[in-house]
């Protein structure tokens, strides 16, 4: 069966990868004490939970396990709750000047007091998913490692590379693909895992692409899940022995058999956030 290490050699380009990098500290039980700030409403306050409430659930369940966050001293906690490993939690104190050493940092209101603009014009200019709107709006954020300026000159020759993959991916004659699959491959939004992973597959067996999907609300970032269709049910369960068969960044977080309307079975896949922009990979 082929694997994906010899087919990550074919692709695009040296592009940015976004990588998972930094010490992973243990959230400090101390909590920082930060500037004062007016008394929030009860309403306000029921709105922030909630907040942190979806942000937690959404981490826990799309970022992949051991990425290094920064957090506020209830949102770190909310992160607990919901699952996340302690060791992979950074606390904000009240001396820190900036986020570097993660990978992901949530900003809460306090974050973003506390970094001001810097937050996403120097350290952290990709948005992977937003919770709530206005001020106790909670945004998660990627780190890039060299900086916001680096990875700007980086997003177009990254999205060219994917509608080039996308193209060749179309011209496959093992490829059918419905409208909506076609268009976000030719506008570049589809995770350079799932093209590589998916040129992989059809190297091996007839792939129907029904849709590409993602969850990853209020934020515009490739998509980094799919529904995969096959002509016979034999070819579904070749399909999840590939996907099984992977290695290491290219094997999906998640993949099944699912129905899906009008009695249809498909194979769903999806990888974590937040993932790569380019087609290099790690």
């Not at 799932?194 to 998509?223: K, N, Y």
């Amino acid at each position: 069966m082929l694997v994906l290490s010899a087919v990550a050699a074919m692709v695009l380009g040296a592009l940015v990868t976004l990588a998972f990098t930094g010490p992973r500290t243990k959230a400090p039980a101390a909590r920082p004490d930060y500037a004062a700030q007016s008394t929030p409403s009860a309403s306000q306050l029921q709105i922030a939970q909630a907040n942190r409430h979806q942000a937690a659930a959404w981490i826990a369940t799309q970022v992949l396990p051991g990425t290094d966050i920064e957090c506020d001293i209830l949102m770190c906690d909310a992160l607990q709750a919901a699952g996340v490993s302690a060791g992979s939690l950074l606390v904000m104190q009240g001396t820190t000047q900036d986020p570097l050493g993660v990978s992901v940092v949530v900003a809460t209101p306090a974050v973003r007091n506390q970094f001001g603009s810097r937050l996403a014009s120097v350290y952290a200019p990709l948005l992977l998913a937003q919770f709530g709107s206005g001020p106790e709006r909670i945004e998660i954020l990627y780190v890039a490692p060299d900086g916001a300026a680096t990875f700007d000159q980086s997003l177009a020759p990254d999205r060219a590379a994917r509608i080039t993959a996308g193209e060749q991916l179309l011209t496959n004659k093992h490829v059918r693909a419905s409208a909506a699959a076609r268009n976000a491959l030719l506008a570049g939004n589809v995770d350079p895992r799932l093209l590589i992973t998916l040129s992989a597959l059809a190297g091996e067996m007839s792939v129907r692409l029904v849709a590409f999907d993602d969850s990853s609300p209020g934020a515009a970032v490739p998509l980094r899940g799919a529904e995969l269709g096959a002509s016979a049910p034999v070819g579904l369960s070749a399909m999840m022995a590939f996907l099984a068969a992977q290695q290491s960044s290219y094997k999906p977080s998640q993949f099944g058999k699912v129905e899906i309307a009008g009695g249809q079975w498909v194979v769903t896949v999806q990888y974590d956030a937040p993932g790569w922009m380019g087609l290099k990979g790690p």
